[in-house]
C-alpha cells in the first residue's frame, strides 16, 4: 500500500529494497522531482501547533528531532517519524513549541544520514547548527508596524555605501558602545574622543541614501560559541540564509534576539533616512558535501560536471544550481521574505552571473510587485566555468536581458585605477593615457551614447545597460585593495597629497556620473587596509575604520560629502534614461587623451542649465577651453562649493593635474 500510496502521490515508483518494508523512491533525474507549489515549507508556528515541512523528493523517510536546547552535545526530547503528505514530508506537533530547537534528517538506502539544520528556518540556535521555532510577532521592534522606507523616486537617485558591520564599530574611538553588533548601527550621537561624529550619524552627514551591508545572513566562519575571541571574516561563507547572523547579535543562541536586532538596526536606519540593502550570496553554500541542502535534499541544489564532481565556478567549491526549479522557487521565497519580515529595500547578488536569467528575473518581479523602488544588483561575472551555457547567465554582457537588474561596471573601476588583476597598472586618475574612453563610457553609465567608441572601451565593446540604472559606477568595493592602497602602490614616488588628490578625482567622477554611485566605507577618509588586498579574514587592525582619519582627513570627508549634496540637488547628474543621456550630455574634443570633457544643457528639472565637467588625469596641469560665457567653478581638485570655490572664467581655464572640476555657466 506504500509504494502504491506514494505513486499516485508523486508519480514517482517506490522500489523495494532488501527489506519488504523499505522502498526508495526512484527518479530518472533531479529534474523528474515534483515541485512543491506552496509557500509553508519548514516550521509553521501557532500557539497552538507547528507544522513541520520538507521538500526531499528522493527520501524513504523522514523525521524532526526536538530539542530543549542548541548545545551540540543536548539529547533530543523528541524524534518524530514525519509523513509523506502533497509532496513534502509533514509532521504537526500539537502543543506550543515556541523557542525550542529541531533539526530534519533523512533516510536513503536503507540508511539515515546526519542531522542538518531546516534550509527554510527562521531562526537558529548558536553557530546555527539547530533550526528554532520562534513566535515572530515577540521579535517586533517598537512601532515596527509603522516602520517605512525613506522615499526613492527613482533607481539613479540612489547613492549606496558598502559596509561591513564590524568595521564600523569596532575600533576603540568609535565611540560606540555596541562594537561589532546590529545594535552598533542603531546608535545615536556617537563621537571620537575629539568629537568627531562616528558610526550612523556619519552615514547621516555623509548623506548616503542606501547601507549596502556585506553578508549579515548566518555563515559558517565565526565561532558564535567564542565571541570573547576577536574573529573576523566577511562572511560569504552562507550556512542558513533566511537567519540572521548571531556573532552580531547580543545572544547568538536566542534566535529571538538575532531577529530583533536585525528589525532594530533596519527601523534606525530607516529612521535616519537610510535605505537597507543586503549583500546575499545565493550562489553557493560555505559547506559542500557536509551542506544542509546536501544532506537533506541530496544534489538537487547543485551544478554538477559530467564527471560527477561539483561544478566550482564560484571558486568556493560548489555552485547553486538556480535555474531547477525549487532552487529557483527557494531563493525567491528568501528574498521575499527579507523584505515582508525585515523590511529589507534592496539586495547585491553575490557572483550574479552563476545564477540564470530566467530566476533573476522572476526575483526582480516578484520584489517589485512588492516594493516599486526595491534595488536589486550584482556581480555580472563568475569566478570559474560553469556547466550552465553562457546565454543564460546573468552576467553583464546579458544585462539588458534582465528587468530592473543592474550590474557593476568594472569598465569604469579599472579605467579608472588600472586593472584589479595588475597591482602596478596605473588608470585615468593616476595618469595613464587611453583610458579616457573607458571614462566617457562610465560618464554615460554603460547604455548607448553616440560619442563613446565602444571599441576603445577597456573591457565591453558594446554598451550593456539598457538604461543607466542598470549600471553601478564604483572605483572600489571590499575585494581588492582599498583605493588608497591601489593608488600607493601604483604610484609609490607621488607624494601622498597628490594621491589623495587622484582618490578625490576618482570619486567625483563615480558621483557625477549617470547610473547608480556606489562608495566603498572609509573611501572618504583614504581608508586603508595596511596593503592587505583580499581581507576577508584579517583582524580587526587591518579591517576596521579607523574613525581618527576623519579628521586627519577632513579635506576628502568634506570634498565627498560635498558631492554627494551635489548630485542630490541637481537632476542632470542623473537623468535617469538613455534618451534623456543622449539629448542633454555631449562630449567636447579637447584633442589630449587625458582630458575627458562633456557638457549637461538643459536637464529636466535642474536650476542649471549649463553644465561643464573637466576630467584631467595627467599629473600636469592644463588649460582648456571653454564654450562662450562666464563660468564659475563649484568643483576643484580641493574643494565642493555650488556658490562657487573660485572666480569666475571666460574662455579658458587652467585645472590642477590629477584634478575634476564643475563649473556651472552664469546667465
Keep these: 500500500m506504500k509504494s502504491i500510496y506514494y505513486l499516485l502521490l508523486t508519480g514517482v515508483l517506490l522500489l523495494p529494497m532488501t527489506s519488504c518494508q523499505e522502498y526508495q523512491p526512484v527518479f530518472e533525474s533531479l529534474d523528474a522531482y515534483p515541485i512543491y507549489p506552496y509557500a509553508d515549507l519548514g516550521a509553521t508556528y501557532t500557539p497552538e501547533r507547528t507544522t513541520f515541512k520538507l521538500w526531499s523528493p528522493a527520501a524513504q523517510e523522514v523525521r524532526v528531532n526536538l530539542y530543549a536546547m542548541d548545545a551540540p552535545d543536548a539529547p533530543a526530547t523528541k524524534r518524530l517519524e514525519m509523513a509523506a503528505v502533497d509532496g513534502a514530508w509533514t509532521k504537526v506537533v500539537e502543543e506550543n513549541l515556541d523557542g525550542t530547537y529541531y533539526t530534519f534528517q533523512i533516510k536513503q538506502h536503507g540508511k539515515w544520514g546526519e542531522e542538518a539544520t531546516d534550509p527554510y528556518a527562521r531562526a537558529a540556535g548558536t553557530n546555527g547548527l539547530r533550526g528554532q521555532v520562534v513566535n515572530l510577532a515577540d521579535t517586533n521592534p517598537t512601532d515596527w508596524d509603522k516602520d517605512e522606507a525613506p522615499p526613492l523616486a527613482a533607481p539613479t537617485d540612489a547613492i549606496i555605501y558598502e559596509l561591513h558591520l564590524r568595521d564600523l564599530s569596532i575600533d576603540p574611538r568609535s565611540g560606540i558602545t555596541h562594537k561589532g553588533k546590529f545594535l552598533g548601527l542603531t546608535e545615536r550621537g556617537t563621537t571620537t574622543p575629539q568629537g568627531d561624529v562616528t558610526g550612523l550619524d556619519h552615514l547621516v552627514e555623509l548623506g548616503v541614501t542606501h547601507v549596502h551591508l556585506l553578508p549579515s545572513f548566518d555563515f559558517l566562519s565565526v565561532n558564535e560559541a567564542q565571541l570573547q575571541e576577536a574573529q573576523y571574516n566577511w562572511g560569504y561563507d552562507p550556512q542558513n540564509y533566511n537567519v540572521p547572523e548571531g556573532s552580531y547579535a547580543t545572544d ?37 558535501e557536509n551542506s544542509h541542502f546536501q544532506r537533506l535534499i541530496p544534489d538537487y541544489f547543485y551544478r554538477f560536471n559530467e564527471d560527477g564532481s561539483m561544478s566550482n565556478a564560484s571558486g568556493c567549491g560548489n555552485e547553486i544550481a538556480s535555474d531547477r526549479p525549487m532552487v529557483r522557487k527557494y531563493i525567491r521565497e528568501s528574498v521575499e521574505y527579507w523584505v515582508r519580515e525585515y523590511h529589507v529595500d534592496g539586495f547585491r547578488f553575490d557572483l550574479m552571473g552563476i545564477h ?71 588608470g585615468f586618475v593616476s595618469g595613464a593615457k587611453g583610458k579616457e574612453m573607458s571614462i566617457k563610457f562610465g560618464v554615460v553609465g554603460a547604455t548607448e551614447h553616440p560619442q563613446v567608441d565602444y571599441q576603445a572601451v577597456n573591457y565591453s565593446d558594446a554598451p550593456w545597460a539598457k538604461e543607466p540604472s542598470q549600471c553601478i559606477n564604483y572605483v572600489s568595493c571590499h575585494d581588492n585593495h582599498t583605493l588608497y592602497d591601489r593608488l600607493y602602490i601604483s604610484n609609490k614616488t607621488t607624494p601622498r597629497s597628490r594621491r589623495a588628490q587622484m582618490q578625490r578625482t576618482a570619486l567625483a567622477i563615480v558621483l557625477t556620473s549617470q547610473g547608480i554611485p556606489f562608495l566603498h566605507a572609509g573611501t572618504e577618509m583614504l581608508r586603508t587596509k595596511n596593503g592587505v588586498e583580499n581581507s576577508y579574514e584579517s583582524n580587526d587592525g587591518i579591517n576596521m575604520i579607523r574613525w581618527g582619519a576623519k579628521r586627519s582627513e577632513k579635506i576628502t570627508v568634506d570634498y565627498v560629502r560635498g558631492l554627494i549634496e551635489l548630485r542630490k540637488e541637481h537632476p542632470a547628474f542623473r537623468l535617469g534614461s538613455t534618451e534623456l543621456i543622449k539629448k542633454h550630455l555631449t562630449f567636447l574634443d579637447p584633442d589630449d587623451e587625458q582630458l575627458v570633457v562633456y557638457r549637461l544643457v538643459d536637464a529636466p528639472g535642474d536650476a542649471w542649465s549649463d553644465i561643464l565637467l573637466i576630467f584631467n588625469g595627467s599629473d600636469q596641469p592644463k588649460r582648456v577651453a571653454i564654450p562662450n560665457g562666464e563660468w564659475t567653478p563649484v568643483v576643484n581638485e580641493r574643494m565642493v562649493n555650488t556658490e562657487g570655490v573660485s ?21
Design 356 to 426: 540564470d536569467i530566467t530566476t533573476m528575473n522572476e526575483i526582480s518581479q516578484s520584489l517589485h510587485a512588492i516594493d516599486p523602488s526595491i534595488l536589486i544588483y550584482g556581480e555580472g561575472w563568475t569566478a570559474g566555468s560553469s556547466p550552465l551555457p553562457d546565454s543564460l547567465q546573468a552576467v553583464k554582457a546579458n544585462t539588458p536581458e534582465l528587468i530592473k537588474i543592474a550590474a557593476f561596471s568594472d569598465d569604469l573601476r579599472d579605467g579608472l585605477k588600472g586593472s584589479v588583476f595588475n597591482h602596478e597598472e596605473r
Design 252 to 288: 547568538p543562541s536566542d534566535g529571538k534576539v538575532r531577529i530583533r536586532e536585525f528589525k532594530q538596526m533596519v527601523k534606525a536606519l530607516h529612521d535616519a533616512g537610510i535605505r537597507v540593502v543586503m549583500d546575499v550570496v545565493y550562489n553557493h553554500t560555505g559547506h559542500s
Design 647 to 667: 572666480r569666475s572664467r571666460q574662455g579658458s581655464i587652467d585645472v590642477a593635474g590629477n584634478s575634476a572640476n564643475v563649473l556651472v555657466k552664469r546667465l
